[in-house]
């Protein structure tokens, strides 16, 4: 049986708007009762991308910690980077609050690695395919697993879902899972934005994980356990 979380309080930082509505379905299945403090700046993800690839702005960790701070001063019992591109800021801002942080990506890269040594990356964002591998990366050597990795980047997919049109978003994804499943053991859909692709991957060749599903299952389990 389920505790009662009413009485928590669950913090996010996103770095785009975007990630707001990407979550909510996430949220209503394995958090409803938790109180949400959103908090973004869409500059971070405007400035990561013009940084380029692999290049993270030192203001935007400096605004992690700042944003986390501010969380924890609020009453967070749990904060939670909503960001991909930008997911090592976890780890540098976890020394400077007592809150416990999580990111939204790491579970699915654990489970990812537990599950295959072929492990696809599906990417929407140049920008996050850096800061992504490196955590996939991070996740192998932890478990001391041996991966090999196929990252394959579609930005039309991301193009289509910042417009609004998430049906191409889908189809352009539902390709390349398509595609990339012939390659690899299991896949990672390294944005949070890709959850959005879940109901359409009923019937894979290989298990499709999204960060969605994992990211909330492990902020519900780490409520559950303070």
Known sequence: MKQNLSEKTLGIIHASHITIKAMEPYIERYIPEVQIMHLCD???QRDNIRAG???IPKVNYYKFA???HNLEEAGADLILLACSTFNYAAELGRPLVDTPIAQIDRPMMELAVKNGRKIG???TLATTVPSSERLLDIAAAEAKASIERKTVLCPEAFEAYS????ARHNEILVDAVDKLSKKVDCIVMAQLSMSALAPDLKDTAVPVYNSGETGFQRVRQ???QM
């Open 121 to 123: 990356l599906l990417a």
């Open 42 to 44: 869409d500059t971070i």
């Open 66 to 68: 700042q944003y986390a």
């Open 53 to 55: 690839a692999g290049v």
């Open 222 to 224: 780490m409520l559950e």
């Open 163 to 166: 417009r609004g049109d998430i």
